[in-house]
């Protein structure tokens, strides 16, 4: 697993693997584990500890697993 830490902008940031401490803006986000914010129209977390604005949000382990709009994840 890799980690990046700070600041991920592109079209889409595909960092399935990946532990992402900071945000992700983009179109498209994916990562497995956030720490932080995504925001884009569609962001993907395996686990969410942040927030994820966007027109659909995935947070595969948490209390909402899809959420339009806007994603809290503790």
Do not use: C, M, W
Request: charged share 10%; no cysteine.
């Amino acid at each position: 697993e890799s980690s990046v830490v700070g600041l991920q902008v592109a079209g889409a940031n595909l960092s399935e693997h990946t532990r992402v401490i900071g945000a992700q803006v983009g179109l498209y986000n994916k990562a497995g584990d956030v720490y932080g914010f995504q925001v884009g129209l569609v962001n993907s977390a395996q686990q969410l500890h942040g927030i994820q604005l966007g027109l659909l949000n995935y947070n595969v382990r948490g209390l909402f697993s899809v959420a339009p709009f806007l994603n809290i994840g503790f």
